[in-house]
C-alpha cells in the first residue's frame, strides 16, 4: 500500500536516488550516457541538499510517496512560482519499476489538495522534455495542456526542448 507524506531534510538521499535512478531510465538517450552513467546521482544529491538547505529563502513542499520504508515516488512543488501559469511542479518521479500503477496520479491529486487547502491562487505547471514521450502522454492523461515550449541547458552541457504542461484549474487533479 502506497502512502503519501511530505519529506524533510532526513530524505534528501533516498530523494536523490530515486531522481538520479529515474532520470537513468527516463532520459537514457536524450541527456549523456556518461552523465547518467556517472554523474547524476551526484548532481542530484548536492542539488537535493541545497535546496533543503534553502528552503527559507525559496519555498517549496515536497510529497513523498512509499510502500513501507520504500520510496516509490516524489513530487516538489514551488507555489506561487509564475504570474500566468501558478505553481510549478519542479519534480514528478516515480520507481522506474512501479511507473504506470497509479502513483504519480497519486501525487499529483495529494499537491493540488494541499495547494487548495493552503488557499494558493492560480494554476499548477511542470516543464517536461520534448522527447519524454511517455511522460508527455501521462501528463495529457491526467488533462495538462501543452501551452508552450522552450530550450533549457541540463546538467550534461546539452541543450533540450521542453513542452510546459498546465492545469489552469488544480482542482481537477484531485481524485477520491
Request: net charge negative; charged share 25%.
Amino acid at each position: 500500500m502506497v502512502t503519501l507524506r511530505e519529506a524533510n531534510e532526513h530524505d534528501v538521499g533516498a530523494i536523490a536516488q530515486l531522481h538520479a535512478d529515474s532520470w537513468r531510465s527516463a532520459y537514457r538517450g536524450i541527456l549523456s550516457d556518461d552523465y547518467l552513467d556517472n554523474r547524476v546521482h551526484s548532481e542530484r544529491a548536492i542539488l537535493w541538499q541545497t535546496r533543503f538547505l534553502e528552503k527559507s529563502s525559496k519555498p517549496f513542499f515536497v510529497i513523498l510517496a512509499e510502500m513501507g520504508s520504500d520510496l516509490t515516488g516524489f513530487a516538489c512543488v514551488f507555489p506561487d512560482e509564475h504570474p500566468t501559469f501558478g505553481s510549478y511542479v519542479d519534480n514528478l518521479h516515480v520507481a522506474p519499476q512501479l511507473t504506470r500503477q497509479g502513483i504519480g496520479r497519486r501525487l499529483l491529486s495529494h499537491v493540488a489538495r494541499r495547494l487548495i487547502a493552503d488557499q494558493t491562487a492560480g494554476g499548477l505547471y511542470l516543464w517536461v522534455m520534448e522527447k519524454n514521450f511517455k511522460a508527455r502522454q501521462f501528463y495529457s492523461a491526467v488533462g495538462a495542456v501543452e501551452v508552450d515550449c522552450d530550450e533549457f541547458s541540463m546538467p550534461d552541457n546539452t541543450r533540450v526542448t521542453e513542452v510546459r504542461c498546465s492545469w489552469p484549474d488544480p482542482a481537477r487533479l484531485v481524485v477520491p
